[in-house]
């Protein structure tokens, strides 16, 4: 039991308040409406033939938009605290407590059109079941997961490439990436930690860390840097200890410790959460 609070303890991303996903919402929102008229699922669907009740029906997905927008980008302003130190566990009950208010205020819009007629427990429920499908369905397109899912093998893949890496002397020695456990620099030399068949080892170049990062560091390379001194693999750390300012990571399985730069901290708790 104490391993799954751990777990749900991890630190885990908080949407940004950017334009790119401001753009997602409002698409998934317009997708939505879209697709509700297109598809008619569960039954929903024009018949009467007014253009009202088109008109009606696609702002449920405008409806659906300010929603999302009051709870992922309005609460957090006035109530910044709640959203410190987000982590796994709270982003579960925090997704939870959106569906149900999303759920309710498409409940609530609907039966200010229908008269209260159907103000039921029952319909609650029944809506609440069709906003998480349909939103969940048009984020899926939208949103691109497939795209997330190739992303994620490609990046597997390019892990298990052999890199060869040439030092400033002209020495050149080749890796599997995902062999590579963290890379030190030590003045004008480096130190690669690795495994050779489940062993540990270490490579020591002339070369300085930059001139490394150039050759192995990429959008699809588990390998990023955390320290002006340190590149690590980030399938082979965890998040150690953190505060606002600090971070130290620990090698999985040994005793090595790693500072984070403090410009670093974002990406590498992002990084890190998602990770497994």
Same mark, same amino acid.
């Given at each position: ?6 777990? *749900? ?20 929102? #317009? ?56 982590? *796994? ?109 489940? #062993? ?11 001139? #490394?990062?150039?050759? #192995? ?13 340190? *590149? ?18 620990? *090698? ?25």
């Amino acid at each position: 039991m104490s391993k799954f609070f751990q777990f *749900l303890s991890t630190p885990f991303p908080r949407p940004q308040r950017t334009r790119k996903n401001l753009l997602y919402i409002v698409l998934v929102g #317009i997708g939505s409406s879209f697709f509700i008229l297109l598809y008619k699922p569960f039954g929903i669907q024009n018949q009467t033939g007014e253009w009202l009740v088109d008109a009606v029906i696609f702002s449920l997905g405008i409806v659906f938009i300010f929603s999302v927008l009051l709870m992922e980008w309005g609460l957090p302003v006035v109530f910044p605290r709640l959203f410190k130190q987000w982590t *796994l566990g709270k982003a579960v009950l925090w997704y939870a407590w959106v569906i149900l208010f999303v759920g309710f205020v498409m409940f609530v819009y609907k039966n200010l059109w229908a008269g209260f007629q159907e103000f039921t427990f029952q319909e609650f429920v029944l809506v609440l079941g069709r906003v998480f499908i349909i939103g969940f369905t048009v984020s899926f397109v939208v949103l691109g997961i497939w795209q997330y899912i190739s992303q994620r093998r490609v990046a597997l893949i390019s892990s298990q490439e052999t890199y060869t890496i040439t030092a400033q002397n002209g020495k050149s020695v080749q890796f599997v990436l995902k062999d590579i456990l963290y890379i030190q620099s030590d003045d004008n030399y480096v130190d690669i930690h690795y495994l050779a068949q489940g #062993i540990r080892q270490k490579e020591v170049l002339r070369s300085s860390l930059k001139n #490394i990062e150039s050759q #192995i560091v990429n959008p699809l390379s588990p390998i990023i840097r955390c320290h002006r001194q340190y *590149l690590i693999n980030l399938e082979c750390f965890k998040i150690a200890k953190m505060t606002t300012r600090a971070m130290t990571l620990t *090698l999985q399985g040994h005793d090595d410790q790693i500072p984070v730069s403090k410009k670093y901290i974002p990406n590498l708790k992002q990084q890190l959460s998602t990770h497994p």
